[in-house]
């Protein structure tokens, strides 16, 4: 045990120690070369770490897994399409497809809705920080951990004993039957989908506070002495204006809940139809140790977010014409 | 500005450093209490994966206690509850455990001749384990053999302790009746007013489900016999089959009967299923479950007495042909690394000590059959059932290949849910069949 | 005056009243709007203080009532849950792996990421915007489509199971992020200074460890913060490239008793409990600059 203490011990001091390191060395040895050389290789010394991290772990893996996305369950034989017919055949990743489709659109719409709705009436009041820090609470801790928090939230007993869980235990004081909530097939990816809304939204509301901030005031008043109405103030100048900001939350939340994995994982383990693709890659190599098909998966949810690449590098490209 | 973040700096630095040696004394550390070896000892380290958790991970303690006494030797026992874990450690090449569970049958032959797993006749006296051992988990006829760890005559899993399973167990102050000898006298049997007849809890997390396939299995083996049964967990025998079918039904039948509805029977964790068996007034009359539910019994009602108040029978007959099929359930384990230490650990496990410790915890019979100290009665006559058993049957899931076993158990839990799904279940069921046991 | 689209513009009535009447009814109206902000922060404090309380009650407790039950007397708290958790099931052992692979993890990441922003934002050279997008589209590549072949890479050089697997992953996973944002932290610092800074003969290293690093101070700290909970919190990475090792984090130590046979309700509880407990105090103590850092890195530009 104290091995593993003295070896990230060692990694905390000596990276920065390493990397300092190679920086100055590298200065003495460019000082030996021509300043136009110089100008140009040095870049390329600070930039090779992280480059060559990024393609050691996402460029390089990401085409090994197109390719092992054609082959067979052990990655010894080419077997062409198949992994992607059984991925669009088979029920259990057509259930998951489905699902997924279901987070994509409640979880980013609810996320980015929930998180304005919100950011707009906390502004109101004077004890807005506190409020904020309320919304803001699940965001630290892990999805499992959530997850944990809302496995006791969703518990079922028969009805008529006593209930043990708070949702069920509130249902029952208005005379309502328990629900099953992560049984029943009505409810439960809701209340999965809930889950997530419930850890995310803390965060949208943080990002669009910050920019409703950033609305003139006097705007709003104007609009106001205009006669406008509350509804109106937020639908008709409010949102349009934080509309690039809203685009931001939406894009990340749409690439979240492709990725969602942990709520899942931990509440259903996928059963009672509430799959999701991260989950099915992850029991392709976990429980069928089918490398092939896991592959596909992942081929699946990267064309998925192509779009939201295009997108992101677009606006990248739009930013750098402002710099 | 500068100072005020100075101030932050030290402040997440004290922080950092707190956490830290909070973490440090926290964790307890075996290697730093380690002194020099007394003479006889191997010293050495030895890495253990298991699947227990809870009771059981407490009583297999108890038995590494006076094993690492005698030998010094500092042994690392981690849980893995998923042993498609270790075929993938095995599959990429990694470093495995010394010690570990069996992997799911259908890897066994190939372990067995690639020498993945080792052995038992090269470091331990296999007359000897042979002859101590319940027959049914060293002996085989041809077909069943890979089925307990045998690969070309030779054997490689060391059986450690045994469930039976299919027990229906009772409240005895409540049913004080004979106990039925075929299902439909069964499931024919009324209730006291207010109460169901089967309790059932089949949630266990990403393992949930299995309590209803061994039920499930029960009912084939005596509905339909010990070969269609073992034709079915090893691939052989179709799920869209009038046997297999007749057996979900059967189950159906039950779970139509289970306390508080399927809801309640899906949402109950398994450790938790027996609890209106004995409340006051009862909410069921039988729970079928394993030698080792009793652990769980006293967990909730410590002053329950064996015989007195908990009593079981075994699950009754379908077709008298059948009779004397009973299910079993042995933990073993498989030597994955020789070594030293691994050969000294799997030597102490045949041992009668060894065995005992885990009998006397409670909970389980052994492996040997001259272990006797079972805490309560109730122990010795679940012993007679698996000594006196024609054929004791191995628990069919672990048999099956990881994703046929979790296809298995999920199709249960869908079937609970909605009975009238049972063909379309059954057609995935075979779908999976095709494509995942080695051809 | 500002123009509605479809607007209509109506002015307001102005309606005389009484003056005493006025903070009454401005409480009044605003009332709703005080509920609805109450019930949001019900909604999003309850569930956790439901666990916080469950887990300090002692598992029989759990079983028969619900966890509001044990806010009045008698409570029946109990420690026992934490007794058990720290003392088995590897959950002590859990906490030190966690902080043993988010601490460096974090300080590989920022440093490595902090050279390479610098380069991108005050440095020329060919190739700069093409690799810079290449990190920005990286930003949305699912870690899934690397499991795989990163897991047999580990394998074959034998580091599966190791910390040092699990932080070079972290590291090659995170830098597009922190790459982005500290390029934008680092692109915006005034031009003028760094370029006092040549005048006086300063080099790249010089302006890089004394201007830029200094004044990217905040954007750092709160990069520091956003990876160091990032990293405490992830499943996936530890679960995939050391699910199995005595090495696996807390995370996926609770995550397999949750998932497991034996999983009582002790164990989530307490153990749930202590994997939040970290990164709660941290986000508590040192909130502005995590805000900070979600903000600049989304709004900036």
Known sequence: ?323 | MSRSSNGRRSRVAALGVATLVLAACASSSPSASQGPLASGQIGGALTIWTAWGGGELAAFQKVLEPFKATTGIDVSLTTVRDIAQLAINVEAGTKLPDIASPPTADKREDWAKDGVMKALEDFIDIDAYTSATYPALVTCPEATCVDIGIVDGKHYQLYVKTQVKGLQWYNAKVFTDEPPTTYDEMLAITPPSGASLFCMGLESGSDSGWPASDMVGNIIMRQSGAQVFTDWYQGKHKWNSPEIKAAYELFGQMADKAYGGTNTALSTAFQRGHKPLFSDPPGCLFYEQATFVTAFFLEDYPDLKAVDDYNFFVDPGIDPANDGNVMGFADSFVMYNDTPQARAFMNFMTTKEAQEIFVGAGGTLAARADVTNFPDPVFQTAADVAANAKNLLPTPGDQMPSDMKKAYWKSLLDFVNDQSKLDSLLTHLDEVQAASYPQ | MTELAGGKAVLAPARPRPAFLRPLERTLRRLPLHLTVWVVMAIWLIPTLGLIVNSFRSVADMGNAGWWTSLFPPAGLTLESYEQVLNTEGVANGFLNSLLITVPATVIQVTIASMAAYAFAWMRFPGRDFFFIVIVGLLVVPIQMTLVPVLRVFAATGLAGTFLAVWLAHTGYGLPFQVYLLRNAMGGLPREVFESAEIDGANHVSKFWQIAVPMSVPAIASLVIFVFLGVWNDLLVALTYMGSSPNRPLTVVVTQLVTSFGGGWQFLTAAAVLQMSLPLVVFLALQRYFVRGITSGSVKG
């Open chain 1, 1 to 323: 045990m104290d091995d593993r203490i003295l070896t990230a011990v060692a990694a905390v001091v000596g990276v920065p120690i390493v990397l300092a390191g190679y920086l100055i060395l590298s200065e003495r040895l460019l000082g030996a070369l021509s300043a136009p050389v110089q100008q140009r290789l040095r870049p390329y010394v600070w930039v090779v770490p992280a480059v060559s991290f990024a393609t050691v772990f996402m460029v390089l893996p990401t085409l090994n897994t197109v390719v092992l996305s054609f082959m067979d369950r052990k990655s010894e034989a080419f077997v062409g399409f198949d992994n992607y017919v059984f991925f669009f055949t088979n029920p259990d990743t057509l259930g998951a497809l489905k699902n997924s489709l279901l987070w994509l659109v409640f979880f980013t719409g609810f996320v980015v809705i929930g998180g304005l709705l919100i950011a707009v009436i906390f502004d109101r009041i004077r004890y807005e920080s506190l409020a904020k820090t309320a919304v803001f609470l699940p965001l630290p801790i892990s999805a499992v951990a959530a997850s944990i928090i809302w496995k006791f939230m969703f518990e079922y007993q028969p009805p008529g004993t006593v209930q043990t869980g708070t949702l069920n235990a509130s249902i029952g004081t208005l005379g309502f039957d328990p629900i099953p909530w992560l049984i029943n097939s009505t409810t439960n990816n809701p209340a999965l989908i809930f889950v997530g809304i419930w850890t995310a939204t803390g965060f949208a509301m943080v990002i669009i506070s910050a920019s409703l901030k950033a609305i003139s005031g006097e705007l709003l008043e104007a609009a106001r002495m205009d006669g406008a109405n509350e509804l109106q103030l937020l639908l008709l100048i409010t949102t349009p204006l934080l509309y690039p900001t809203l685009t931001v939350v939406a894009t990340t939340m749409v690439i979240t809940a492709l990725k969602v994995f942990d709520i899942p994982y931990v509440l259903t383990s996928g059963a009672y139809d509430t799959d999701v693709i991260a989950r099915q890659l992850f029991s392709q190599i976990a429980d069928a140790g089918h490398y092939g098909r896991a592959s596909a998966v992942g081929v699946v949810m990267l064309i998925a977010i192509i779009p939201l690449l295009v997108l992101n590098i677009r606006r990248f490209r739009a930013q750098e014409e402002i710099r």
